[in-house]
Nanobody, 119 residues
Framework: QVQLVESGGGLVQAGGSLRLSCAASGRTFSSYDMGWFRQAPGKEREVVATIRWSGTMTDYADSVKGRFSISRDNAKNTVWLQMNSLKPEDTAVYYC????????????WGQGTQVTVSS
């Protein structure tokens, strides 16, 4: 089992940058693929980016490709989401999630961190 705590959200102007962090508890962080998701008011939760347990494979939603970057350090039990060129439509609660290797569903979730981009 893994517990996740996000940080780094806040208010930023359009065009600005933020870096979200997700700290994981436990000694088996490298056994999990990780993902960042977001949910805007009145909208369904959507995947933003994922990274495999090894860090060698990443995937991004089309809406953030070229602007966001996901990375991880298994020695630090941490995954990051670097967000550049932020747009008002990026405003949402951002969640970190973990998926055990070999499974399809993200079972473990953080509490979320608010990102607000002003125009």
């Amino acid at each position: 089992q893994v517990q996740l705590v996000e940080s780094g959200g806040g208010l930023v102007q359009a065009g600005g940058s933020l870096r979200l962090s997700c700290a994981a508890s436990g000694r088996t962080f490298s056994s999990y693929d990780m993902g960042w998701f977001r949910q805007a008011p009145g909208k369904e939760r959507e995947v933003v980016a994922t990274i495999r347990w090894s860090g060698t494979m990443t995937d991004y939603a089309d809406s953030v490709k070229g602007r966001f970057s996901i990375s991880r350090d298994n020695a630090k039990n941490t995954v990051w989401l670097q967000m550049n060129s932020l747009k008002p439509e990026d405003t949402a609660v951002y969640y970190c999630a973990a998926r055990k290797i070999g499974l399809r569903v993200f079972d473990y979730w953080g509490q979320g961190t608010q990102v607000t981009v002003s125009s």
